[in-house]
């Protein structure tokens, strides 16, 4: 595992890299697009875990934190949908060149789906992209949130009401709500391109969703069932483990990337 | 504010971001911080905690390192077979001598919350390195002046509204009588937080606070009243066997944050109070005389009969309050 701090030096990016440990090394490296603020550190052993497994199969990995979340510069106030979108294109450019691979393959958990599925839009070597049970939806996925803010104060013995600009735990202004809300992979405008494929909980409605928005336009997203899948937590300092979800994941890339 | 991912000890092994001010800001002779994960929670802390402390750090010019412990966040595993606390502290040991040797680091103070507190003690106990150590979430112990007061829970509405969530069985989940609390009330049946921890014996925590004390090392222990074994200001002499604080202990009761900080307010009220007890330490250490500005409003506290000692450490902090929050004094 190698840390670095990467992009502008007036906005820098925390990420770590984690090379292949095994030969032969792949010609495809892997971006790993965490969650959104409020599910990020849930997600942070789960990732650390997916990066070795993928290591151990020959593909370099990085992971990164946006803006405003981990150790990257930024408060949340500036982690909008937006600039995630942008910090995954910059973050996929720095993994071509530390990692010295050709092309790169997305695998975003949750909100880091969405953002994996717009950056591909923008970055002509990612040929392929792995929404981990993803955020399909903004405005019901803010809604997931509210929940979980509101199961936790019930929790912590705080008042139900909470601040306009705070959720489950972090600052939320305004403009963060509404860059959420504004995702909707199933949308005409959606990118949703070859090479998408979909991992989630068995009778999940956000894979047949997708699964169908895809048909309407001509192509086909592969779907995977898995388990134990990171979908909205109930708390969100409740560390996600997903050894099977991992395990799908790396065995699927290992099947289909060079 | 410089932030550079660091890896250090044998192998490269531990990851973190050390922080540095700006050098025309850096407060010459003050301490590094270092803090570093709690439990599975990477370095960057409960809800972001070590990365907000360490920016305002270096807001008034002091520098940290924030770093994962062996086998978790960011960090590679030890080989050996040490224990976990005994692996904890060599972990420290090892930031602390990385920062000497590379960076010319020769004072530590160390922060430790909830469980990270186990090895900031052992270590802050032994090591004359470290001047200062801030334990959040620290040990506790329950005295009859915490059981006196326990009875007030049941006071609390947002306990009794707790319970309810608890103990509604799933069939009665569907009564529009119960308003929202039938829908939080399934998250309970999923999991629940378990905050167990093993304390050091009552004695041997007496010892170890008046031997930090002899050896002139700062302490703050900053405990929450939501769900701890802490609920009243003064618990803290009660359980150390103390009739008033030593000068290098400060106690701050905040009856009502939570364990983890999860309001952003509590975040930040913890984050500035720590920031301004480190920085206090800082000038006293290198024997400098206040700044003028500051000299004329202790003049004048005590002018009007505050003792000096406490009208000076009462505006500096009151300073330093101010730079973190931005505002123009």
């Known amino acids: 595992m190698q840390p670095v701090f990467f992009g502008s030096s007036a906005q820098p990016l925390y990420g770590v890299l984690t090379p292949a440990t095994a030969r032969p090394r792949r010609k495809t490296g892997v971006l790993l697009l965490y969650p959104g603020v409020q599910e990020y550190s849930r997600a942070h052993w789960a990732f650390r875990t997916l990066a070795g497994a993928l290591a151990a199969r020959g593909f370099c990995a990085l992971r990164f934190d946006y803006r405003g979340v981990g150790d990257s510069a930024g408060d949340p106030d500036s982690t909008t949908v937006d600039a995630c979108v942008d910090d995954a294109c910059v973050a996929a450019s720095e993994l071509r060149d530390a990692g010295a691979v050709d092309q790169v393959a997305i695998i975003g958990m949750r909100l880091g789906a969405a953002v994996g599925a717009h950056a591909c839009e923008r970055l002509p070597f990612v040929d392929r992209v792995f929404l981990w049970n993803p955020v399909v939806d903004g405005r019901a996925y803010v809604r997931e949130l509210e929940h979980m803010d509101r199961a936790m104060r019930l929790r912590l013995l705080h008042p139900l009401e909470h601040r306009e600009d705070e959720l489950a735990g972090f600052r939320f202004p305004s403009h963060v709500r509404r860059s959420l809300e504004r995702v909707d992979l199933c949308s005409g405008s959606a990118p949703l391109a070859r090479g998408v494929e979909v991992f989630a909980e068995p009778g999940s409605s956000e894979s047949a969703a997708l699964r169908e928005a895809a048909s309407r336009r001509g192509h086909q997203v592969v779907t995977h069932t898995i388990h134990d899948s990171g979908g909205p937590p109930p708390f969100p300092d409740a560390s996600l483990l997903a050894q099977e979800a991992i395990a799908s994941l790396v065995a699927r890339m290992d099947e289909v990337a060079p | ?329």
């Not at chain 2, 920062?99 to 020769?106: A, I, K």
């Not at chain 2, 915490?146 to 509204?161: D, N, V």
């Not at chain 2, 003064?234 to 106690?251: C, D, N, R, V, W």
């Open chain 2, 1 to 329: 504010m410089i932030e550079r991912a660091v890896a250090f000890a044998p192998g490269s092994r531990l990851a973190g971001v050390l922080c540095d001010p700006d050098p025309e800001t850096a407060l010459a002779g003050a301490p590094t911080v270092l803090t570093w994960n709690v439990g599975v929670n990477h370095h960057a802390g409960p809800y972001r905690f070590f990365v907000d402390l360490a920016r305002a750090l270096s807001k008034i010019g002091v520098s940290s390192l924030r770093f994962d412990l062996s086998g978790l966040g960011d960090s590679a595993a030890r080989t050996d077979a040490t224990l976990e606390l005994e692996r904890a502290r060599q972990d420290v040991g090892e930031a602390m001598t990385f920062l000497e040797r590379h960076h010319g680091r020769r004072r530590f103070v160390l922060v430790g919350f909830c469980s990270g507190v186990d090895a900031a003690h052992g270590i802050a106990v032994r090591d004359a390195r470290v001047e200062g150590v801030c334990f959040i979430e620290g040990y506790a112990f329950r005295t009859p002046g915490f059981f006196a007061r326990y009875p007030l829970r049941y006071l609390s509405g947002a306990r009794w509204r707790r319970l309810l969530a608890r103990r509604i069985p799933s069939f009665a989940r569907g009564l529009p009588l119960l308003g929202e609390l039938r829908r939080l009330s399934g998250d309970f049946s999923k999991e629940d937080m378990v905050f167990v921890r093993e304390h050091p014996p009552r004695e041997t925590l007496r010892r170890d606070y008046g031997a930090m004390s002899a050896r002139g090392t700062r302490q703050l222990s900053v405990y929450m009243g939501g769900d701890s074994h802490y609920n009243h200001e003064s618990q803290f002499l009660e359980f150390a066997g103390m009739s008033s604080l030593p000068a290098t202990t400060k106690i701050v009761y905040l009856p009502h944050a939570d364990h983890t900080l999860f309001r952003v307010a509590d975040r930040e009220r913890v984050v500035e109070l720590t920031a301004a007890w480190v920085a206090q330490g800082a000038p006293r250490a290198r024997g400098e005389d206040s700044p003028p500005k500051r000299d004329a409003r202790v003049h004048e506290a005590v002018r009007h009969g505050e003792p000096p000692a406490e009208a000076r450490a009462r505006c500096q902090a009151a300073e330093l309050r101010a730079k973190l929050r931005g505002e123009d004094r």
